[in-house]
């Protein structure tokens, strides 16, 4: 018995020593104290023993059993470590990689049309303003003068929310009012706003929320002459070098004068075409910032006048592009958003890949 014990604690160390994974390590378990395990079957051999011999070997074979145990112990808590950090290793993220099947990303034509209309008023030294597209009723509507009485402010053309004094804004102009109380009566102060804006209206002309890009100048001795400047910039910038712009008297409640702004027809030139039908396409409102406006802002409408304007984006996204349902843009529908890759290229300001 003495040699088999001898024999056991050898192999036992040996075998343990040897297995380098967790499953090696489960067989060499087996092996030794499984139901037909070698330290198993020598436990059951002690019966065969004299009554003399049979406690002594038996304490020896406990001893084994407790060294069985711990050098088990320690090795398997060495050799799952290892596994552990293998397999981390081998599972990392690199998020760096490229994907397998890489989907051509662009930007959604209205955020790229925005952009575009961005840099070109950054060029002529505008700033950005973001705002609130929750407003108060104060922002959207009485700042600027649209009257209580005003059909935009009836309940079927604006998304009240429920909350007394706040609607979701109807327009950009807001920020026309945020923007000069900010600037606390300083001039020049020049800034554009472009966002969402909401209102209950569904055709293939108008959605329920579309963007808008509104334009502010405020100093000191600004006049139409000015604001055409812009418009004709604008137009220039967007539609191509020999787009012409027409003005048309017309009536907002925050400019005085107000104007519609035409340009020459972007598909025939302005020759008239079924587009067009005399030659231009009515592209936005603006107008000398009334008054009422001014002071709501904290101006002295006696000592600084400003203009305005502001224009639907996706107007102008449907005017560069070729087609006439907006709500095109907004149906998800990647087969369609993907055919509005780079027609945007002839009109020049163009950079390289979209993204
Ligand atoms: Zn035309």
């Given at each position: 018995?003495?040699?088999?014990?001898?024999?056991?604690?050898?192999?036992?160390?040996?075998?343990?020593?040897?297995?380098?994974?967790?499953?090696?390590?489960?067989?060499?378990?087996?092996?030794?104290?499984?139901?037909?395990?070698?330290?198993?079957?020598?436990?059951?051999?002690?019966?065969?023993?004299?009554?003399?011999?049979?406690?002594?070997?038996?304490?020896?074979?406990?001893?084994?059993?407790?060294?069985?145990?711990s050098l088990y112990e320690a090795r398997h808590r060495r050799l799952a470590a290892e596994e552990e950090d293998a397999q981390l290793a081998e599972e990392r993220l690199d998020m760096t990689l490229p994907g397998r099947n890489p989907l051509p990303a662009r930007l959604h034509p209205v955020t790229r049309v925005t952009r575009m209309l961005e840099e070109v008023f950054l060029r002529m030294g505008f700033s950005l303003a973001t705002g609130p597209e929750i407003e108060t009723v104060?922002?959207?509507?009485?700042?600027?003068?649209?009257?209580?009485?005003?059909?935009?402010?009836?309940?079927?053309?604006?998304?009240?929310?429920?909350?007394?004094?706040?609607?979701?804004?109807?327009?950009?102009?807001?920020?026309?009012?945020?923007?000069?109380?900010?600037?606390?009566?300083?001039?020049?102060?020049?800034?554009?706003?472009?966002?969402?804006?909401?209102?209950?209206?569904?055709?293939?002309?108008?959605?329920?929320?579309?963007?808008?890009?509104?334009?502010?100048?405020?100093?000191?001795?600004?006049?139409?002459?000015?604001?055409?400047?812009?418009?004709?910039?604008?137009?220039?910038?967007?539609?191509?070098?020999?787009?012409?712009?027409?003005?048309?008297?017309?009536?907002?409640?925050?400019?005085?004068?107000?104007?519609?702004?035409?340009?020459?027809?972007?598909?025939?030139?302005?020759?008239?075409?079924?587009?067009?039908?005399?030659?231009?396409?009515?592209?936005?409102?603006?107008?000398?910032?009334?008054?009422?406006?001014?002071?709501?802002?904290?101006?002295?409408?006696?000592?600084?006048?400003?203009?305005?304007?502001?224009?639907?984006?996706?107007?102008?996204?449907?005017?560069?592009?070729?087609?006439?349902?907006?709500?095109?843009?907004?149906?998800?529908?990647?087969?369609?958003?993907?055919?509005?890759?780079?027609?945007?290229?002839?009109?020049?300001?163009?950079?390289?890949?979209?993204?």
């Amino acid at each position: 018995m003495d040699e088999t014990i001898e024999g056991l604690l050898a192999a036992i160390q040996q075998g343990i020593e040897k297995a380098s994974t967790t499953a090696q390590l489960e067989e060499v378990r087996v092996a030794f104290i499984g139901r037909k395990g070698q330290l198993t079957r020598a436990m059951k051999d002690l019966s065969e023993l004299s009554p003399e011999e049979r406690p002594r070997q038996g304490k020896r074979l406990n001893q084994l059993r407790q060294v069985f145990d711990s050098l088990y112990e320690a090795r398997h808590r060495r050799l799952a470590a290892e596994e552990e950090d293998a397999q981390l290793a081998e599972e990392r993220l690199d998020m760096t990689l490229p994907g397998r099947n890489p989907l051509p990303a662009r930007l959604h034509p209205v955020t790229r049309v925005t952009r575009m209309l961005e840099e070109v008023f950054l060029r002529m030294g505008f700033s950005l303003a973001t705002g609130p597209e929750i407003e108060t009723v104060w922002y959207n509507f009485e700042a600027l003068n649209v009257a209580e009485d005003h059909p935009a402010r009836a309940m079927q053309d604006s998304f009240f929310v429920d909350l007394p004094g706040y609607v979701m804004r109807t327009q950009t102009s807001p920020m026309q009012i945020r923007a000069m109380e900010e600037a606390r009566g300083r001039v020049p102060l020049r800034i554009i706003s472009t966002g969402r804006v909401y209102r209950r209206d569904e055709d293939a002309t108008h959605i329920p929320m579309f963007t808008q890009l509104e334009a502010l100048a405020i100093d000191r001795h600004l006049g139409l002459a000015d604001l055409k400047g812009v418009l004709l910039t604008l137009a220039r910038e967007i539609f191509g070098a020999s787009t012409e712009i027409r003005l048309r008297p017309s009536y907002f409640p925050f400019t005085e004068p107000s104007l519609e702004v035409d340009i020459s027809c972007v598909v025939c030139g302005g020759k008239g075409c079924r587009t067009c039908k005399d030659g231009w396409l009515e592209i936005l409102g603006s107008g000398m910032v009334h008054p009422v406006v001014l002071r709501n802002g904290g101006y002295d409408p006696d000592h600084v006048n400003g203009f305005a304007l502001g224009l639907g984006i996706e107007r102008v996204v449907m005017l560069l592009y070729g087609f006439d349902d907006i709500r095109l843009l907004y149906q998800n529908d990647l087969g369609v958003l993907s055919g509005f890759g780079d027609p945007l290229a002839p009109m020049g300001s163009q950079e390289g890949p979209l993204l």
